[in-house]
């Protein structure tokens, strides 16, 4: 069974921004979301090149852990981001998060990222946060300084703690251990529009490109302040 058949993604400009600077990728059991970062020259670049070249060599890498072959996709990512910086300086300052999913041979699905594109799971009615925040209001929220209703709209979302480009290219590796479910990947686009529970809600709606289109919907019609990215997958 081909995971990219029940996998779909949608990406929107939103309503604010004047360009894209998203990108998703949908392969054979791997799946990405990218979100290059605003304020640099170069950010959709950077998100495209994430986004290929991680999928690019999970394509090309087998017989070793899923562990190691995601550290080497990540590596893949911020090697031809670096070296697409070589080539062209004023790109300098380029960089994006990323988050990929993989399942491996025996079904399991594991989940890394680097930055503030996140993974979901709805498993039953229960919708889990898979991935944690690689940005300030994360830290706080971990210290205990802010509740996470007030991480959600806390300015410290908006730094980023790591990213692709910058230096950064381990990500956090989870491995999901609740079997099948629906998955999604986004853009903070998506979640600093619509809460958990309007995520939950939606996530669940009809086929992966139904829900997919219904959560970009409510993203827009919530302010679509961001660019707005979600790649949908039933497990
Ligand atoms: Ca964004």
Same mark, same amino acid.
């Given at each position: 069974?081909?995971?990219?058949?029940?996998?779909? &993604?949608?990406? @929107?400009?939103?309503?604010?921004?004047? &360009?894209?600077?998203?990108?998703?990728?949908?392969?054979?059991?791997?799946?990405?979301?990218?979100?290059? %970062?605003? &304020?640099?020259?170069?950010?959709? +670049?950077?998100?495209?090149? /994430? +986004?290929?070249?991680?999928?690019?060599?999970?394509?090309?890498?087998? $017989?070793?852990? *899923?562990?190691?072959?995601?550290?080497?996709?990540?590596?893949?990512?911020?090697?031809?981001?670096?070296?697409?910086?070589? /080539?062209?300086?004023?790109?300098?300052?380029?960089?994006?998060?990323? *988050?990929?999913?993989?399942?491996?041979?025996?079904?399991?699905?594991?989940?890394?990222?680097? $930055?503030?594109?996140?993974?979901?799971? %709805?498993? &039953? !009615?229960?919708?889990?946060?898979?991935?944690?925040?690689?940005?300030?209001?994360?830290?706080?929220?971990?210290?205990?300084?802010? #509740?996470?209703?007030?991480?959600?709209? @806390?300015?410290? =979302?908006? #730094?980023?703690?790591? /990213?692709?480009? @910058?230096?950064?290219?381990?990500?956090?590796?989870?491995?999901?251990?609740?079997?099948?479910?629906?998955?999604?990947?986004?853009?903070? $686009?998506?979640?600093?529009?619509?809460?958990? !529970? @309007?995520?939950? =809600? %939606?996530?669940?709606?009809?086929?992966?490109? =139904?829900?997919?289109?219904?959560? +970009?919907?409510?993203?827009?019609? /919530?302010?679509?302040?961001?660019?707005?990215?979600?790649?949908?997958? !039933?497990?």
């Amino acid at each position: 069974m081909s995971g990219a058949e029940r996998a779909a &993604g949608r990406t @929107h400009v939103g309503r604010v921004r004047d &360009g894209n600077e998203d990108a998703y990728g949908l392969a054979r059991n791997a799946w990405a979301v990218a979100d290059g %970062l605003g &304020g640099h020259p170069g950010g959709e +670049v950077a998100s495209r090149i /994430a +986004v290929d070249s991680a999928l690019r060599c999970l394509q090309e890498t087998s $017989g070793t852990s *899923v562990g190691s072959t995601l550290l080497a996709a990540f590596a893949a990512a911020a090697d031809d981001i670096a070296a697409r910086v070589e /080539a062209d300086p004023r790109l300098t300052e380029m960089a994006t998060t990323l *988050v990929l999913a993989v399942r491996d041979a025996a079904g399991a699905v594991h989940v890394a990222n680097l $930055g503030d594109s996140r993974a979901y799971l %709805l498993a &039953g !009615d229960d919708l889990l946060q898979v991935t944690r925040d690689d940005n300030v209001a994360e830290q706080l929220l971990a210290a205990g300084a802010l #509740s996470a209703e007030q991480a959600r709209t @806390h300015p410290g =979302q908006f #730094s980023l703690t790591k /990213a692709l480009g @910058h230096g950064d290219r381990e990500p956090a590796i989870r491995r999901l251990h609740e079997p099948g479910g629906r998955l999604l990947l986004c853009s903070d $686009g998506l979640n600093g529009e619509l809460t958990d !529970d @309007h995520i939950r =809600q %939606l996530l669940g709606s009809g086929t992966t490109e =139904q829900a997919c289109d219904a959560l +970009v919907t409510a993203a827009l019609e /919530a302010g679509g302040a961001d660019n707005v990215t979600t790649v949908v997958v !039933d497990l």
